[in-house]
T-cell receptor
């Protein structure tokens, strides 16, 4: 699986958009970009995924650059409950389809 | 939230004793996974199952075995627990092995081997 690079931590004011970047410069054509988050020792929670088009769901938006070498997860109106570690993962079918979690970005949403 | 439960949620055991962790799902998903999470390592895949009685090894399978006799249950067994197996264990489920399908995780089991 392609390696991802994320900043170790970010802060965001409540009510503002949180933009979490991820670099995956070695991504190949059949690898999806996934975002999960983990709130204080709970199980990881799926947020969103995409291949090459931008995606939006009720939780977030995913913006993937045209060359697919980086992406941004956008939480449009961050709340205190969005404080968590956010993981960007690129994933290809095969090998059990495992998810390889790195160290992620610790997002802290403050008043 | 996906219907995934894990039991027990916490366990303390002694070195050399056998331990079995249970993952139960109510989603009828075909694929189930066991991961462990340790500080500095993120989550690592132990074993996974692609159907009843069909399992395969992940990247850290030594010292672990699994069984799946029913679609809804996936058991992880430590035959003889060691201190290096102290960890948080997460079960996950998925409808498909295709990379376009997300995995859903259970709440985790915190295991301490003394």
């Amino acid at each position: 699986d392609a390696k991802t690079t994320q900043p170790p931590s970010m802060d965001c004011a409540e009510g503002r958009a949180a933009n979490l970047p991820c670099n995956h410069s070695t991504i190949s054509g059949n690898e999806y970009v996934y975002w999960y988050r983990q709130i204080h020792s709970q199980g990881p929670q799926y947020i969103i995924h995409g291949l090459k088009n931008n995606e939006t769901n009720e939780m977030a938006s995913l913006i993937i650059t045209e060359d697919r070498k980086s992406s941004t997860l956008i939480l449009p109106h961050a709340t205190l409950r969005d404080t968590a570690v956010y993981y960007c993962i690129v994933r290809v079918t095969g090998g059990g389809n495992k998810l390889t979690f790195g160290t992620g970005t610790q997002l802290k949403v403050e008043l | 939230d996906a219907g995934i439960t894990q039991s027990p949620r916490h366990k303390v055991t002694e070195t050399g004793t056998p331990v079995t962790l249970r993952c139960h799902q109510t989603e009828n998903h075909r694929y189930m996974y066991w991961y462990r999470q340790d500080p500095g390592h993120g989550l690592r895949l132990i074993h996974y199952s692609y159907g009843v009685k069909d399992t395969d090894k992940g990247e850290v399978s030594d010292g672990y075995s699994v069984s799946r006799s029913k679609t809804e249950d996936f058991l992880l067994t430590l035959e003889s627990a060691t201190s290096s197996q102290t960890s948080v264990y997460f079960c996950a489920i998925s409808e498909s092995l295709l990379s376009s399908y997300e995995q859903y995780f259970g709440p985790g089991t915190r295991l301490t081997v003394t």
